[in-house]
């Protein structure tokens, strides 16, 4: 069985730190792009970004600098640390497993639909 389990998550002054996990199992890890992404209620989800087995890691421009993800492919886990966080930074992270290989073919970033596997996400609430 898949699984995605997020841990970290809570609440958070403005201008702190937090960071995030997600453990995954059932699935190969080093086959797969781990990805974090968060949803504000009303809004659409937003990918942060991602990282490869090999460390390889991507960010979508408005969390570069502010936001790191890193992976240790001998624990199956994935992490995202946050800094300097705001009360817009107020939603629901979400861990996501897209492959990496299409046939013989690595493809990074992946796009946002071929994520697979999805947490269950994890509330982090940034109080001003």
């Known amino acids: 069985e898949v699984q995605l389990v997020e841990s970290g998550g809570g609440l958070v002054q403005a201008g702190g730190s937090l960071g995030l996990s997600c453990s995954a199992s059932?699935?190969?890890?080093?086959?797969?792009?781990m990805a974090w992404f968060r949803q504000v209620p009303g809004k659409e989800r937003e990918e942060i970004g991602c990282v490869s087995s090999h460390g390889i890691t991507y960010y979508a421009e408005s969390w570069k600098g502010r936001f790191t993800i890193a992976s240790d492919a001998a624990r199956n886990t994935v992490y995202l640390q946050m800094n300097s966080l705001n009360a817009e930074d107020t939603a629901v992270y979400y861990c996501?497993?897209?492959?990496?290989?299409?046939?013989?073919?690595?493809?990074?970033?992946?796009?946002?639909?071929?994520?697979?596997?999805w947490g269950q996400g994890a509330q982090v609430t940034v109080s001003s």
């Open positions: 996501a497993a897209a492959p990496a290989y299409h046939g013989d073919m690595f493809r990074f970033p992946p796009a946002s639909d071929e994520y697979r596997f």
């Open positions: 059932g699935f190969t890890f080093d086959a797969y792009i």
